[in-house]
């Protein structure tokens, strides 16, 4: 269970709290306006951001003290999932073994992670040779490598057309089934919430509202979200 | 000598060694120790006779060797300085670190030499070295005040010869140094941190003249063969630049150091210096002078004493920058 | 944790400098050489000392602004080698630079003689103009790479968008390239002031006499005429303050990223036509020819007695090498661990990797040896101190030429180390060193070429048998043997360029864009 207790982020003059819990396994889409503070509460989650007040909790455990390499989250940013001067090979090996000593079981498991997600026999390649999917899907190959229990996605599809999108957010639906991840993915299309079914949490007014189930959020949404829907 | 090794006692064997064959350590100047200075033949000649290792130590040059035996102290590891000239050798006695040598070896030096503390082991003339090309080189430094001539001088603040040069002018016209110092400051080129910058720009057509020693033009006749370049002759006389050596009193090999004093003054290491330092040894060597050392005779010596050397520095110093900085 | 490590270390590195620089100084203000008294004359030194490094760095910083215009946007064959050799001088052992600057406006100089075959009056190189000339001829290089990287930084679209609004040439200079300028200028500025404010040997040989005195020389004179450590001290501070103060006055108008990579990602620039073209060419045709005739008097000096030189020449060329190669090691890894640090936002560490700039290296010298002598015998540290104060000194510009990529590196691909758990010996070998490979060679490549033209502090130390190649320069001209130390200046040349060029090569081959 990740729990948020009573945590508040402070970045400036702008706060974000945020106080509630999800089950593992769950498939939370987070949805709200520009600079809302959407990637500020994934930051948190992944320990880039020190909260002011309050805790992240993982299995009652809290995070305060782990690096964010330690924590049990993998992370999808916006761009630059990948590292331009190493193979995907080596991109997806640093999901396993931060040294990148690679013994024959692993070396199998990442050709099967690319063949996984339709990349087979591109090992070899640098990311600067790959389209904009094929990144993704790197990215989401070495997220399945690594099997952490939560999966968390800042619009990292977000440069991708309308089909291209679909097609990677099925792989996410799928690879986080495969792994029984818990999914936090950050969105500013309505349409995405409800592919990842689940529940929906928004972000206004410098807080980050308990998850409720995508579908009921929609069918009668509050004034906040009446106001970024238009 | 007293090796930091043995001090720390962490390289016994080496300091066995050491104990077996006594080290003789000579502080001295860059130039003596290069492959073209009189250091190997000299370091050759004296470990033949002592039975000991004679080893150098540079310290830039003469000016820096004082200072060097300043920063070292008492603890030196040195056991003789050799290199000081007559103008730091009131300065260096007065750091009180050397001691007395108790000999007075007959020298050939155009004055008489008294200084319980150290022992001349060669000497020059200051003089202006030119082309043989030059027309009417000056006779005076009247003369070359009064003439379009150019010429290169060293910073007395830096270099030896610079300070000699400070000297020369002061010992010929006393109170009228200051004037003869106006009257050149349109002839000076300009002023070089050392004498090889000095040497170097002259040689590159740079100026007309340049402050060096009497016996330049020897070493381009000798070593060169080539007979192009002249001292000129001034009618005041040239100034002396007297080089010593001294024993220092924390010496731990004071015997060596004695016997290397007399070796200095002795036929093998005079026989050396005249064609690899160029200057004049301090005693003739029974094989005469080589050729060219005889061509530019002054008709006067010019010298201070050390401690008048001392005592008038620092307004002759002031003089020449007065004059210069205009 | 893995911050925190790399923090200590850049805090360790940072104390190390600081020792070296204001630890020695205290070790010399310490001894009881002399009094404390700064007479007229020092007061006239410091002077002189900031009116000289004002004029040189202005001077150089305006001349280069026309040069790298031209270069910034004229594509012509060549145009990669010139900018290479176009540095050469800012890697020059300064008396051999001296010497070089001497065969063309020197008395008998090349200028002087076409004078005088024209009939016209001879030009005195000497005073306050040559002081002037020799520190342009020295730092234009560096001034005209700096602002080569600021026109870089123009991004294509406003050039396309100003050729689109139909800007002239003085539009496109009112609007993009003068804010440009005046960002990236100031900064130019400060960094040769600061290099001018210690110079020394180019001072003293071409001011023409006393007036030309600077601090340095003044501190030269006190520890080693006067033996007065006090006042030798007190000048070593007074030179420390200005430095601070040009420091950070630079800091306060933006020091300029660095200066070298990303020459050739220059974007498409306006390239005006006419008699603009003619100009362009003009002051690249100027620049070369000033910077570069020099050079060729240097080499065809040296050239002649090249076959023919001792075996210790050699021998000293090689230990210079040694040297050079591990002050270089010890340079940049210290730079890379401060400017990792900084760019993580540690703050303190680039003015502990500005302090080198600005210390005089003959108290640095001093202050060691009078650390280091009750312990141990100075010929014997003679070689790892001098690799330790090549690397202290060349270290500013290691800092400087690593720290925009390790900021970009840090910004771009941060988090994603992190998230990864990509710390220690794995982020550096899988992260830091491939996206740093080009600014390190460059920053390799420039510490080696200084490290092989410094004297530092070598003469203070060296004993009989280390002599590096640019103290066996000055001892054999000691000896009379011009001919021998033109060449052997010209092998040192050949030696810092070449490994200039080697190290700046390694690290654009192979490297990502």
């Known amino acids: 269970m990740l729990r948020l207790e009573k945590l508040r982020i402070t970045q400036g003059d702008f706060t974000l709290r945020a106080d509630w819990q999800v089950a593992e396994g769950s498939r939370v889409a987070v949805i709200g306006p520009s600079g809302g503070g959407k990637s500020t509460l994934l930051m948190a989650i992944a320990g880039f951001l020190a909260p002011s007040a309050g805790r992240v909790l993982w299995q009652g455990k809290d995070l305060a003290a782990v690096a964010p390499g330690d924590r049990p989250v993998s992370m999808l940013f916006q761009d630059q999932n990948l590292f331009p001067h190493l193979s995907l090979r080596e991109n997806l090996g640093l999901g396993l073994s931060p040294r990148l000593r690679l013994d024959a079981a692993q070396e199998a498991r990442i050709a099967g992670a690319l063949?996984?997600?339709?990349?087979?026999?591109?090992?070899?390649?640098?990311?600067?040779?790959?389209?904009?999917?094929?990144?993704?899907?790197?990215?989401?190959?070495?997220?399945?490598?690594?099997?952490?229990?939560?999966?968390?996605?800042?619009?990292?599809?977000?440069?991708?057309?309308?089909?291209?999108?679909?097609?990677?957010?099925?792989?996410?639906?799928?690879?986080?089934?495969?792994?029984?991840?818990?999914?936090?993915?950050?969105?500013?299309?309505?349409?995405?919430?409800?592919?990842?079914?689940?529940?929906?949490?928004?972000v206004a007014g410098g807080e980050a509202l308990p998850p409720r189930g995508t579908e009921a959020l929609f069918a009668d949404p509050p004034q906040a979200l009446r106001d970024y829907l238009g | 000598m007293r090796t930091p090794i043995l001090a720390t006692g962490c390289l016994a064997a080496a300091g066995m060694a050491a104990a077996e064959t006594p080290v003789l350590t000579v502080m001295t100047y860059d130039s003596f120790?290069?492959?073209?200075?009189?250091?190997?033949?000299?370091?050759?000649?004296?470990?033949?006779?002592?039975?000991?290792?004679?080893?150098?130590?540079?310290?830039?040059?003469?000016?820096?060797?004082?200072?060097?035996?300043?920063?070292?102290?008492?603890?030196?590891?040195?056991d003789v300085v050799l290199g000081l000239d007559t103008n730091l050798t009131a300065a260096a006695a007065a750091t009180g670190l050397f001691a007395p040598h108790g000999k007075m070896p007959a020298l050939d030096l155009p004055v008489t030499w008294t200084d319980p503390q150290f022992i001349p082991f060669d000497w020059g003339w200051f003089a202006f070295v030119h082309d043989k090309a030059l027309?009417?080189?000056?006779?005076?430094?009247?003369?070359?005040?009064?003439?379009?001539?150019?010429?290169?001088?060293?910073?007395?603040?830096?270099?030896?010869?610079?300070?000699?040069?400070?000297?020369?002018?002061?010992?010929?016209?006393?109170?009228?140094?200051?004037?003869?110092?106006?009257g050149l400051a349109d002839n000076i080129v300009t002023v070089t941190p050392g004498w090889s910058e000095a040497y170097g720009l002259f040689l590159n057509g740079e100026a007309d003249m340049v402050l060096s020693y009497s016996t330049s033009p020897a070493y381009h006749l000798i070593a060169e063969e080539d007979d192009s370049k002249a001292a000129a002759r001034f009618a005041e006389g040239h100034y002396l630049q007297v080089e010593v050596a001294g024993k220092l009193a924390g010496s731990d090999q004071p015997e060596l150091a004695d016997r290397f004093l007399d070796f200095m003054t002795g036929e093998t290491f005079q026989s050396v210096l005249a064609t690899t330092n160029w200057m004049y040894p301090a005693k003739t060597p029974e094989a005469g002078l080589p050729e060219g050392f005889e061509s530019m005779r002054p008709e006067a010596t010019l010298l201070f004493s050390s401690e008048e050397a001392l005592a008038i520095r620092e307004e002759a110093l002031e003089e020449w920058r007065n004059a210069l900085a205009r | 944790m893995a911050e925190r490590a790399g923090t200590l270390a850049a805090g360790a590195v940072a104390a190390t400098l600081g020792l070296l620089t204001l630890g020695t100084l205290a070790v010399v203000a310490l001894q009881t050489g002399g009094g404390l008294r700064l007479g007229p004359a020092d007061w006239a030194a410091l002077r002189f000392t900031v009116w000289q490094a004002v004029l040189s760095a202005l001077a150089s910083v305006l001349l280069a602004v026309p040069v790298a215009r031209a270069l910034a946007r004229r594509?012509?064959?060549?145009?990669?080698?010139?900018?290479?050799?176009?540095?050469?001088?800012?890697?020059?052992?300064?008396?051999?630079?001296?010497?070089?600057?001497?065969?063309?406006?020197?008395?008998?100089?090349?200028?002087?003689?076409?004078?005088?075959?024209?009939?016209?009056?001879?030009?005195?190189?000497?005073?306050?103009?040559?002081v002037v000339l020799a520190h342009v001829f020295l730092n234009m290089p560096l001034a005209v790479r700096l602002i080569l990287q600021g026109w870089a930084t123009i991004p294509a679209e406003r050039f396309r968008l100003a050729a689109s609004l139909g800007f002239g040439p003085g539009d496109v200079f009112r609007h993009l390239e003068r804010p440009m300028l005046r960002e990236v200028l100031p900064g130019a500025v400060v960094v040769i002031f600061v290099i001018c404010l210690t110079s020394f040997a180019v001072a003293l040989t071409l001011g023409g006499g006393p007036r030309a005195t600077t601090l340095e020389l003044a501190i030269y004179q006190a520890l080693r005429f006067e033996f007065d450590l006090t006042r030798a001290a007190v000048l070593a501070l007074a030179q420390f303050a200005l430095c601070a103060a040009a420091v950070l006055a630079a800091a306060r108008l933006a020091l300029p990223a660095g200066f070298g990579a990303g020459l050739d990602r220059t974007a498409l620039t306006l390239a005006p036509g006419g008699w603009r073209r003619g100009l362009d060419a003009l002051a690249i045709a100027l620049a070369a020819g000033f910077l570069l005739a020099p050079l060729g008097a240097v080499v065809a000096a040296g050239l002649p007695g090249l076959g023919s030189l001792p075996d210790t020449v050699w021998a000293a060329a090689g230990r210079s090498v040694s040297v050079a190669l591990a002050s270089t090691l010890v340079s940049v890894a210290g730079a890379l661990v401060l400017a990792l640090a900084a760019a993580r936002g540690a703050r303190g560490f680039e003015l502990a990797a500005t302090l080198p700039l600005a210390a005089s290296s003959l108290v640095l010298g001093t202050g060691l040896f009078l650390a280091v002598y009750p312990f141990v015998s100075p010929a014997s540290v003679a070689l790892p101190v001098t690799v330790l104060v090549n690397a202290a000194l060349s270290l500013p510009f290691a800092f400087r030429v690593i720290l925009p990529e390790a900021r970009r590196m840090q910004a771009d691909h941060g988090r994603l180390a992190e998230a990864l758990g990509l710390r220690g010996m794995a982020r550096l070998r899988w992260l830091v060193l491939p996206r740093l490979r080009r600014p390190l060679g460059f920053a390799l490549g420039i510490c080696a070429a200084l490290s092989m033209g410094d004297l530092g502090v070598i003469a203070l130390f060296a004993g009989e048998r280390e002599a590096t190649l640019p103290l066996l320069v000055q001892r054999l001209v000691g000896a009379y043997q011009m001919q021998a130390a033109a060449s052997a200046s010209l092998l040192l040349v050949a030696l810092s360029f070449g490994l200039f060029w080697l190290f700046d090569w390694g690290g654009r081959r192979g490297a990502e864009a």
Not at chain 1, 167 to 190: F, Q, R, S
Not at chain 2, 60 to 69: E, H, I, K, Q
Not at chain 2, 140 to 149: G, K, M, Q
Request: neutral net charge; contains cysteine.
């Open chain 2, 135 to 182: 027309a009417s080189p000056p006779g005076s430094f009247e003369e070359l005040a009064a003439s379009d001539l150019k010429i290169v001088i060293q910073d007395p603040r830096s270099s030896t010869p610079g300070l000699g040069l400070v000297m020369w002018v002061k010992a010929a016209y006393g109170e009228r140094a200051a004037e003869i110092w106006q």
């Open chain 2, 33 to 78: 120790i290069s492959e073209w200075g009189p250091g190997p033949a000299v370091e050759k000649a004296f470990e033949a006779e002592c039975g000991c290792d004679l080893r150098f130590v540079a310290a830039g040059d003469g000016a820096a060797l004082l200072a060097r035996v300043q920063l070292e102290g008492a603890r030196s590891d040195a």
């Open chain 1, 115 to 202: 063949e996984r997600v339709g990349l087979a026999g591109l090992g070899a390649a640098r990311p600067g040779r790959l389209s904009g999917g094929q990144q993704g899907r790197a990215a989401l190959a070495r997220a399945l490598l690594r099997a952490r229990p939560v999966l968390l996605l800042d619009e990292p599809f977000a440069a991708l057309g309308p089909a291209l999108k679909v097609e990677m957010l099925a792989l996410v639906a799928e690879i986080a089934g495969e792994t029984g991840a818990m999914v936090l993915m950050v969105t500013h299309d309505p349409q995405d919430a409800r592919r990842l079914g689940g529940e929906t949490v928004l």
């Open chain 3, 75 to 130: 594509r012509f064959a060549g145009r990669g080698a010139l900018i290479a050799l176009l540095g050469a001088p800012f890697l020059l052992p300064v008396i051999v630079a001296v010497l070089g600057l001497l065969a063309v406006f020197g008395r008998a100089g090349l200028l002087n003689r076409g004078l005088e075959a024209l009939g016209l009056p001879v030009l005195s190189v000497y005073g306050l103009h040559g």
